[in-house]
């Protein structure tokens, strides 16, 4: 009788406890699904979820994902081209993403993307690029991080940093320049030398006194030869998509540069040439020094559009006559003192093309070299005789006119350093020597 009781109590005893294991495992499971929170240190993306059920975690996550497609931006850059992806072309998978919800730590939203989509907005870039040679697999995880991390703000994934090694080797000559100088300085070979190569990064500003000065070289290289190569650059570069920030000329056309393409520098004034690459590559300058004159060159990744440096017909604009008198010169006679010539103005124009298709043009200087008025010393005899005091003048008034059927009052806008010199005097005292009587040769009237 006391076997059959100590096995009757085992017994029961055992299905007790297995009937509380079992039950405590389905209730445990019950109260995680219905009730259970998150512990502490756990996020998904930059939600922190510590302390809140499944429930709200799922609530949260909808509202997140909803405000991040309305407030951030992926884009797709190539070169000059920025294209952004659509924030509604993401598919948030909520459920899943709380399945693998690991606790105390850090975790991802699961995302999914069209591939075929991605495709299609990199095509629409009308790039030069071959698509085949684009890591799209590794593009696709790199947009997908983006989505499941919920990062804000403006995204932008640069194309050529998914492109194979030799691709983004690849170095095209996109400008190049020839000047060949009428008088060559003496030291400008081994200027050339010195420099060789430039490196224009990304995004950067360049200025060219500040390089001559970073490399030691802006004492050291005469005006001159400063004044053709920076004019070699300038020229070089207007077929890119390179902004001109600033660019000077002389009040006299250089003999050694070509009409349109001066960049002036003077160090004691600091006038300088800057320009800036809106690029996030960088560009080479080669320069070099051949037979016939300095050769520079662009180099680096091929735009998506192409550019063409377009010049205005040039409008010459004639001199005035600046009639001076001296009681040195025998009656009726005339001297030139100083030749005139003829003001020009030039302007250069940036054509952008998309497929052969013109689709903007800019203007990218206007250069203008004002005349050179001519100077006539006239004896002094010849207007004190004249039958017509006002002879002078009257003739003064029909070089005016002349001039005025020429342009000769055009006022341009023009980035000229120098200023007007001084008015030329007239009639002196005798007893002067003629050179004190009219003044310097350059003298022109304001």
């Keep these: 009788m006391r076997k ?11 299905i007790l406890c297995t009937a509380y294991v079992f039950g405590f495992s389905q209730l445990g499971a019950k109260a995680n699904l219905f009730g259970s929170k998150f512990s502490s240190g756990t996020s998904i993306a930059t939600i922190n979820i510590s302390g809140k059920t499944e429930d709200e975690v799922h609530k949260l996550l909808e509202t997140e994902a909803s405000e991040w497609g309305d ?13 952004p992806i659509q924030t509604s072309l993401f598919q948030f998978n909520f ?68 492109l ?8 095209d000559i996109l400008g190049n320049s020839i000047i060949t100088p009428k008088n060559t300085p ?36 005469s005006s001159p030869s400063k004044n053709i190569i920076a004019s070699g650059i300038y020229q070089a570069i207007l077929p890119t998509n390179f902004v001109i920030i600033e660019k000077n000329t002389s009040r006299e056309l250089p003999e050694n540069i070509p009409m349109g393409f001066e960049a002036k520098i003077d160090v004691k004034k600091n006038i300088d040439f800057v ?11 080669h320069l070099k020094w051949e037979s016939n004159g300095l050769h520079v060159t662009v180099s680096g990744n091929t735009f998506t559009s192409s550019y063409k440096i377009k010049m205005d017909e040039m409008q010459y604009f004639s001199p005035k006559t600046i009639k001076q008198f001296s009681p040195l010169l025998k009656t009726g006679e005339k001297k030139v003192e100083v030749a005139g010539e003829k003001g020009v103005l030039i302007k250069v124009f940036r054509e952008e093309y ?12 206007e250069d203008f070299y004002p005349p050179k008025h001519q100077i006539e010393i006239h004896s002094l005899a010849q207007k004190a005789t004249s039958g017509d005091p006002q002879t002078p003048n009257q003739e003064s008034e029909q070089s005016d006119e002349e001039n005025q059927g020429e342009n000769s009052n055009p006022d341009p806008a023009s980035d000229s350093d120098s ?7 007239t009639d002196k005292s005798d007893d002067k020597k003629e050179s004190d009587l009219f003044g310097s040769p350059n003298e022109t009237p304001k």
């Design 71 to 83: 407030t951030s931006v992926i884009s797709l850059q190539m070169n000059d081209i920025t294209v």
């Design 419 to 425: 200023t007007p010199d001084d008015d030329s005097n």
């Design 186 to 221: 003496a030291d400008l070979v081994s200027a050339i030398n010195k420099l060789k190569t430039i490196e224009v990064e990304g995004q950067t500003t360049f200025s060219f006194l500040e390089y001559l000065e970073s490399q030691g070289l802006q004492t050291t290289i």
């Design 95 to 162: 459920k899943e993403t709380l399945e693998n919800v690991i606790d105390s730590q850090e975790n991802r939203m699961v995302v999914s993307f069209d591939q075929n989509t991605l495709l299609n907005e990199i095509s629409s870039m009308d790039s030069t690029v071959i698509y085949e040679e684009i890591n799209t697999d590794q593009l696709v995880s790199d947009i997908i991080t983006i989505a499941s991390l919920l990062k804000t703000g403006d995204n932008v994934l640069t194309i050529e940093d998914y």
């Design 354 to 365: 998309k497929n052969n298709k013109l689709v903007q043009k800019g203007l990218i200087s």
């Design 164 to 171: 194979g090694a030799t691709t983004q080797n690849k170095q």
């Design 275 to 285: 320009f800036n690459n809106p690029n996030k590559e960088k560009y080479s300058l």
């Design 4 to 14: 059959t009781n100590h096995s009757l109590k085992l017994f029961i005893v055992l």
